[in-house]
C-alpha cells in the first residue's frame, strides 16, 4: 500500500538539516539515514519518470553529506566538515 514516504523523507531531511547547520553531526547523520530509506522505499512505487529522476538527485546529494558526516565522526574532528558548500544541501531541501 502507497504511503507518505516521500513527505516522511522530506520531514527528516528538514531535521537533518538543522541539526547539521547547528554543528550536531551526530543527531544529524541518522536523521539523512532515516530519510534516505524514505526516499528508496518511495522510488519503488514513484511511476512518474521526471520525480523519479528528482529524488534520485537528492538522494545522491542527501547520501554524499550523510557519507561525509559520518567520515568526520568516525575521525573525530572537532570543526566539522569544510566550509566549501558540503552543508549547502540545505539550500536544496527537497522541493517536488
Known amino acids: 500500500m502507497y504511503s507518505n514516504f516521500k513527505e ?3 520531514e527528516y531531511v528538514r531535521q537533518a538539516v538543522a541539526e547539521d547547520n547547528a554543528g550536531n553531526y551526530a543527531k544529524a547523520l541518522p536523521l539523512y ?6 526516499f528508496k522505499t518511495h522510488l519503488k512505487y514513484e511511476k512518474n519518470p521526471k520525480i523519479k529522476e528528482a529524488i534520485m538527485q537528492k538522494f545522491t546529494e542527501y547520501l554524499r553529506r550523510a557519507e561525509e558526516i559520518q567520515a568526520v565522526l568516525e575521525d573525530g574532528m572537532p570543526n566539522g566538515p569544510s566550509a566549501n558548500g558540503d552543508a549547502a544541501v540545505q539550500a536544496n531541501i527537497v522541493s517536488l
Open 8 to 10: 516522511q523523507a522530506i
Open 33 to 38: 539515514l532515516n530519510a534516505l530509506e524514505y
